[in-house]
């Protein structure tokens, strides 16, 4: 382990005093192996205490700290500074209202999930154990159930950002997890919300929200299939 | 009252701090009764740390080899160094299936045996391969799922507020105040029933598998309450805390079937516990490990030993522990499935808390009289179900049920008790503590929590001395002293992170004392708690819980908290 010198950039706004972002320099000495989160950290705790981000675990799992990093979406806890030199440009997640620096509004993301109904829904009694699930039936949804709602997939979407009602990749690929749970007896109502010009449609196989999701789901692929179900539902 | 001040005062049957398992788990059975039920938390539910829970939840379904709740119990107790109450293990186990199929028919998605039931692997300290499990990443899946629950159900979300005082007042709790992060600004609310589910405290240490916000608020706020904690000088080490980082890498890796090595390639294990090996209880092998690393045998000499997953090979690795494998390539460009992962004991769990009866109610005394309204559940309390160490999958499991009993008893409650009246002035405790933060002294808390967690992580690790202890309480006391004179840089009110940072150090700072005050009053060595000096376990002297009060400045402490142990269940010497 070595120190050594970065410039480090980010974009600043404080909503009591500044009308709009700015981008603020700091020159910092940190630890090579240092993470983006350890470079906020440093800067928090040793030159400016009033920069505002979130964390949480610092292991990539609660998805607090999704943020743009030299123009790509990661988690700040897990992204190491030398992928990007010693030069990094940090500024908050795309496509939604900033409330202080790196800090911004998730409640309109969190609302659209709830749209989706995101819970089982069944018709059919409880059994007395487990429902009989094979593997094959688990590995449908397995991977979707990763996600940790970071919001990084939504902020890479060039379809969610001019349309704040389009649900989204997460909310989506939610729908999918449900509707393809071989548990579910609700693919009904959610296929109908979901076959809407800010449903499925609205998605335009762009793939950037795959490429942004820290933990590589494959969304465009399941939001594809999702689509296939809404049309051979709708047969 | 004015407009701004009714948008701040909230009535509400049921108020529960924290959106862990814990506490969703409670406010989805408050909700469903029809009652209203808010969940304050300081984060987005969804980023509360039970997600952080990686290896399984148990519970003795027998899907996968022979099991039973006796064994359960039995496993539990001996895991607890005996300090456990029986009573508390009792319900249990007998609450843990329940709690599993019914997570089940809430939709988690449980890996499966071929047959398509819920899938079981081995877990320390368990004699039966009884940790119910989906891939690495159980805790994160319940954590979703109840949370998509409590949606489906209304709870009500006060999402990024941070408790800064609890309004209880002739021993009957009233409700709470709280410091809106989004916006800034105190809001009262007033509760029929309180529940604190705020987790650990493992922020106190430096090397920690703890998240950011695992600061002890629920702890240190029964404490400035007047209050007493139990057993806090039970801390878990978890044996493989990845390298400087602290983070975990879950007990499902051994649970697989993954070695320990030491620079040798010798796993020392079957020095310490040749029958379980690498899956004994926590405490052993996290105690072996620093042996090792003490007595030179770490890699290369240094702080550090090896957990090596490479027999298991690549698909194992990549379909039952993806989690594990993507962590020590990205903190440690190591490759799991070629080469072994540098790890060390790290700050895990917190045996100790508020104490609580088997209904979740708050004590008050070591005779057991309730604070009237007042709910704990989760690793924030200390009912005792742990002891002295807590065996991997018993906590989400703990969490979950009790989470379940808290919510029951609190609606019971609810439905028969008024609102009791607020006391005078209820925002004055928490206005002074922001107002004095704002003042504006000299002092900057980023370094006295430093100061303190490389301290704690130096002298209250995996083995402790007297010396070492008097030493880090002469430390505590001068960081107390140095934090009446913080002031933070963020004056605004919007999104002051600053401010939370001092307000969390005060917390740290404050139950810190007790912990070294609890460990240096036990003179004997018990479970996750050993003392080089006493090396022994002094059931004679110490089969009772600590219980330690704040009074006027100072911990004041009752031993005769006596453990419930049934005549069936009897301690004796601890071997694995």
């Known amino acids: ?235 | 009252m004015k407009i701004d001040e009714a948008r701040r005062y909230h009535k509400i049957d049921a108020v529960i701090v924290g959106a862990g398992l814990a506490g969703l788990r409670a406010a989805l059975e408050v909700a469903k009764s029809g009652l209203s039920a808010a969940v304050i938390t300081k984060v987005y539910p969804t980023r509360s740390h039970s997600g952080g829970a990686q290896g399984g939840i148990a519970a003795a379904l027998a899907n996968v080899g022979e099991d039973s709740l006796e064994a359960h119990m039995f496993d539990t107790i001996k895991g607890s160094d005996y300090l456990a109450d029986q009573d508390i293990i009792e319900r249990f186990v007998n609450e843990a299936l329940k709690t599993v199929y019914e997570f089940e028919h809430m939709g988690v998605p449980f890996s499966r045996t071929e047959d398509g039931r819920i899938n079981q692997r081995p877990f320390g300290g368990h004699s039966a391969p009884r940790a119910c499990f989906a891939q690495d990443i159980t805790g994160h899946v319940l954590l979703h799922t109840l949370y998509e629950q409590c949606l489906q159900h209304n709870v009500l979300f006060f999402n990024e507020f941070q408790v800064l005082s609890l309004l209880v007042k002739d021993d009957v709790s009233r409700g709470l105040v709280a410091w809106d992060i989004r916006e800034g600004g105190l809001h009262i609310f007033h509760a029929r029933a309180v529940l604190l589910a705020t987790g650990g405290y493992g922020r106190a240490w430096k090397v920690t598998s703890n998240a950011h916000a695992n600061t002890g608020d629920g702890v240190a706020l029964v404490l400035e309450a007047g209050l007493p904690l139990e057993d806090m000088e039970f801390v878990q080490f978890h044996p493989t805390g990845l390298y400087k980082h602290g983070i975990l890498l879950s007990e499902a890796a051994r649970g697989e079937g993954a070695y320990i090595i030491n620079d040798k390639g010798e796993r020392f294990m079957k020095i310490y516990a040749a029958a379980k090996m690498e899956l004994a209880p926590r405490d052993i092998v996290s105690r072996s490990e620093q042996t090792e690393i003490n007595e030179g045998r770490g890699i290369h000499g240094q702080d550090y030993v090896y957990l090596d997953l490479r027999h298991l090979g690549r698909e194992k690795i990549l379909s039952r522990l993806p989690q594990i494998h993507d962590l020590a390539l990205n903190y440690l460009k190591v490759d799991a499935i070629t080469d072994p992962v540098p790890i060390q004991p790290t700050a895990h769990y917190s045996m100790g808390g508020i104490p609580a009866n088997v209904r979740t109610e708050v004590i008050r005394d070591a005779a057991g009289s309730v604070v009237k309204g007042l709910y704990t559940a989760g690793e924030t309390s200390c009912l005792s179900l742990h002891g002295a160490n807590r065996l991997g999958c018993n906590s989400l499991q703990d969490a979950a049920t009790f989470g379940r009993i808290a919510g029951i008893h609190m609606t019971e409650f609810c439905k028969k008790n008024a609102f009791a009246d607020l006391p005078a002035k209820p925002l004055d405790a928490a206005q002074a503590k922001i107002d004095r933060l704002w003042g504006g002294g000299k002092e900057r808390h980023a370094p006295i929590r430093e100061t303190l967690q490389v301290n704690m992580t130096k002298t209250m690790g995996v083995f402790r001395n007297q010396d070492d202890m008097l030493k880090m309480l002469a430390v505590i006391k001068e960081l107390q002293e140095r934090y009446q004179k913080v002031g933070v840089d963020d004056k605004g009110q919007a999104f002051n992170l600053d401010l939370i940072e001092a307000l969390e150090l005060e917390n740290l700072l404050s139950f810190s004392e007790v912990i070294v005050e609890g460990a240096l009053a036990r003179k004997e060595s018990r479970g996750a708690h050993f003392r080089s000096d006493f090396p022994k376990r002094n059931d004679g002297e110490w089969l009772r819980h600590t219980l330690a009060w704040r009074r006027n400045g100072k911990i004041v402490m009752d031993f005769s908290k006596a453990v419930v142990i049934y005549p069936q269940y009897q301690p004796q010497e601890r071997k694995y």
Not at chain 1, 142 to 152: D, K, Q
Not at chain 1, 156 to 175: I, R, T
């Open chain 1, 1 to 235: 382990m070595a120190k050594i010198d970065i410039n480090v950039k980010i974009l600043r706004y404080q909503p009591a005093k500044d009308e709009k972002p700015h981008w603020q320099d700091f020159a910092i000495s940190v630890e090579d192996e240092s993470t983006v989160l350890d470079v906020l950290n440093e800067i928090h705790w040793q030159h400016d205490g009033t920069l505002a981000y979130r964390r949480s675990c610092r292991s990539s799992i609660c998805g607090s700290c999704a943020m743009k990093v030299n123009g790509r979406n990661v988690l700040a806890c897990e992204t190491p500074i030398h992928r990007f030199g010693t030069k990094l440009k940090i500024e908050p997640l795309s496509g939604f209202e900033i409330l202080k620096d790196l800090v911004v509004d998730l409640e309109p993301f969190f609302a659209k999930l709830k749209r989706i109904r995101p819970y089982l829904i069944l018709d059919k009694p409880l059994p007395d154990k487990e429902f009989v699930q094979s593997p094959q039936q688990l590995e449908q949804i397995g991977e979707s159930t990763l996600c940790i709602l970071c919001a990084a997939c939504s902020a890479a979407c060039p379809s969610s950002w001019p349309n704040s009602d389009y649900l989204g990749p997460a909310a989506l690929l939610k729908a999918y997890r449900f509707v393809f749970d071989s548990r579910d007896d609700g693919a009904d109502q959610r296929l109908e919300i979901v076959n809407d010009k800010n449903g499925v449609w609205r998605c335009h196989t762009i793939f950037n929200c795959m490429e942004a999701c820290p933990k590589k789901i494959k969304i465009t692929e399941y939001l594809s299939r999702l689509k296939v179900k809404v049309v051979e539902n709708s047969l």
